[in-house]
């Protein structure tokens, strides 16, 4: 089991961007498919991206489609999201998620029965209008 910590949370202008950083510790992070959640007040957590094992494929939620991009680097065993043209609806608590199985990532909104393998602890991004 790896250990997930985010970090690059802030306070950003809408319009701007941010990067944020998910360091994994352990020796299996090759093993795992990643992915980013965010959770804004009062709703439930929203699936944002995932990118397979070997970072050859990457698939988006329409919301951040064209906006957002995960990329990771295994070598340093470290998920990114670049977030760009930010806007205040993308206030939340973003996290980052590891699981052996895609699977298990893409489809944690619609299917209620999912556990997610690791979760790490957040980190806060807020958007100023």
């Known amino acids: 089991q790896v250990q997930l910590v985010e970090s690059g949370g802030g306070l950003v202008q809408a319009g701007g961007s941010l990067r944020l950083s998910c360091a994994a510790s352990?020796?299996?992070?090759?093993?795992?498919?990643m992915g980013w959640f965010r959770q804004a007040p009062g709703k439930e957590r929203e699936f944002i991206g995932a990118i397979t094992r070997s970072g050859g494929s990457t698939y988006y939620a329409d919301s951040v489609k064209g906006r957002f991009t995960i990329s990771r680097d295994n070598a340093k065993n470290t998920v990114y999201l670049q977030m760009t043209s930010l806007v205040p609806e993308d206030t939340a608590l973003y996290y980052c998620?590891?699981?052996?199985?895609?699977?298990?990532?893409?489809?944690?909104?619609?299917?209620?029965?999912?556990?997610?393998?690791?979760w790490g602890q957040g980190t806060l991004v807020t958007v100023s209008s």
């Open positions: 998620a590891a699981d052996p199985t895609l699977h298990t990532l893409m489809v944690f909104s619609t299917d209620k029965g999912t556990t997610v393998e690791v």
């Open positions: 352990g020796r299996t992070f090759s093993s795992y498919a």
